[in-house]
């Protein structure tokens, strides 16, 4: 009896110990998990959420994410003016501008620069966090041609290589193209992945101190 007291006095001493961690953890705005933008879509995995507006903390910033009708950080395009150059921007969270206020974005301020010059040129920002260049295509196939582009611009980042060759990405169900450049006839599914190791600031405290780790002392590998 004395060790089985002994026991569950010991598990109730570390439970309490990993919530004291969990929520003090929480109290770091870059340990906190950040508020979903983004809806399960059948056409790519995931897309934001129309019409919604989100406000998240990012590098001590408080920024929000207001995304318009089509599901897109950007103003609701107009019909195609006559004359008008316009150009659809494809990427990541880095296009999306995930670390920056709406208005300075590259894609934002490429427009800004442009019509400064006087030129007609309009540059609808369609960048979304963390899709590859084959969720990318796959919308401009389902979506993206509806704005009648006149220049695609493409972002990719280093792990878009990987990831294009995968079926999911961080436990959600995606498009993939075969090696002869079509789209697999696949019907993607929603799956949950908001677990609670997903969602716990201990985790994602040691993850962060891990990848600063790595980077610090590299494999004998590299």
């Known amino acids: 009896m004395k060790a089985l007291n002994v026991f ?62 089509q599901g897109l950080r950007d103003d609701e395009p107009p019909a195609k003016p006559a004359g008008t150059l316009r150009v659809v921007v494809l990427g990541d969270s880095f296009a999306l501008g995930y670390t920056v206020a709406r208005g300075e974005s590259f894609a934002d301020l490429l427009q800004q620069r442009w019509n400064a010059e006087g030129r007609a ?17 796959a919308w401009l196939m389902a979506r993206g041609k509806d704005y009648a582009p006149d220049v695609v611009l493409v972002c990719p ?45 201990i985790a994602r405290f040691l993850g962060l101190s891990l990848g600063a780790l790595l980077t610090r002392h590299p494999t004998a590998s590299e």
Do not use: H
Not at 25 to 49: E, K
Not at 121 to 137: K, R, Y
């Open 121 to 137: 040129v309009e540059v609808i920002n369609a960048g979304t966090e963390g899709w590859s260049t084959d969720q990318e295509v």
């Open 157 to 201: 980042y280093e792990n878009d290589i990987y990831w294009c060759g995968e079926q999911r990405y961080n436990g959600k169900d995606k498009p993939r193209f075969a090696a002869d450049g079509t789209l697999e006839p696949r019907a993607l599914v929603e799956l949950r992945s908001d677990s609670l190791l997903k969602k716990s600031a």
């Open 8 to 69: 569950l006095a010991l598990v109730v001493s570390v439970a309490m110990a990993v919530l004291t961690a969990e929520l003090g953890l929480r109290l770091v705005p870059a340990l906190r998990a950040q508020p979903s933008i983004n809806r399960f879509d059948p056409a790519t995995g995931w897309s934001m959420t129309p019409m919604t507006a989100s406000v998240r903390e990012v590098a001590g910033r408080k920024l929000e994410f207001a995304i318009n009708a």
